[in-house]
């Protein structure tokens, strides 16, 4: 089955900016919808964007503007570009590919282990 890995989180000053990565192995993601998730402390996981095998993109609100995903199917990797990030922001960052309406996409690859991002002065 194709594996994930996330990485390029960190600690940033609110504000800041971050770009996250996320490689495919043991298969191609070439064909697949691709979400970013994230999960804060205490909170359910929850779709942040996805980007269709034909480019559509789509956000959850609070990150509209913020952040843009893209893909590069020729590196088999996915990306989360992280702008004017806020508190709020701060998370465990997961991606996976999907089925379904873009606004509710069900993910159904394996977890990788993914990128914590923490946002704070």
């Known amino acids: 089955q194709v594996q994930l890995v996330e990485s390029g989180g960190g600690l940033v000053q609110p504000g800041g900016s971050l770009r996250l990565s996320c490689a495919a192995s043991r298969g191609s993601i070439s064909f697949y919808a691709m979400g970013w998730y994230r999960q804060a402390p205490g909170k359910q996981r929850e779709l942040v964007a996805v980007i269709t095998n034909g480019g559509r993109r789509d956000y959850l609100d609070s990150v509209k503007g913020r952040f843009t995903i893209s893909r590069d199917n020729a590196k088999n990797t996915v990306y989360l570009q992280m702008n004017s990030l806020e508190p709020e922001d701060t998370a465990v960052y997961y991606c996976?590919?999907?089925?379904?309406?873009?606004?509710?996409?069900?993910?159904?690859?394996?977890w990788g282990q993914g990128t914590q991002v923490t946002v704070s002065s």
């Open positions: 996976n590919a999907g089925i379904g309406p873009t606004t509710t996409m069900t993910p159904f690859l394996s």
